[in-house]
């Protein structure tokens, strides 16, 4: 299994951008999926996960109301649509599969990592 983030960028604050994750394998459906963050010096955090059908989702406080998780199953990709961007916010985010079809918050639970993208938010 592999993933591939891609949508990074720089941004300046109040800002959007779109991350995308492309999996490959054709039974995505059937797993959970994640998005968490890193930043320089500090534990990688999660951000926001969807359930296999997509029928749940789950945010961290930090970013609930500003960023929405999607996934498109027939394509393979899942999303993470980020708006009104903060500096805090700037950090390596990285797509996950869970090996659960529910969501999932806890880094165990993911089985696959992908590269990682970087997001950059200036003030």
């Known amino acids: 299994v592999q993933l591939q983030a891609s949508g990074g960028g720089l941004v300046e604050a109040g800002g959007s951008l779109r991350l995308s994750c492309q999996v490959s394998g054709r039974t995505l459906n059937m797993y959970g999926m994640g998005w968490f963050r890193q930043a320089p010096g500090k534990e990688r955090e999660f951000v926001a996960t969807?359930?296999?059908?997509?029928?749940?989702?789950y945010y961290a406080d930090s970013v609930k109301g500003r960023f929405v998780i999607s996934r498109d199953n027939a394509k393979s990709t899942v999303h993470l649509q980020m708006n009104s961007l903060k500096p805090e916010d700037t950090a390596t985010y990285y797509c996950a599969r869970a090996a659960v079809r529910s969501i999932a918050t806890n880094r165990d639970n993911y089985a696959y990592w992908g590269q990682g993208t970087q997001v950059t938010v200036s003030s």
């Open positions: 969807i359930s296999g059908n997509g029928g749940s989702t």
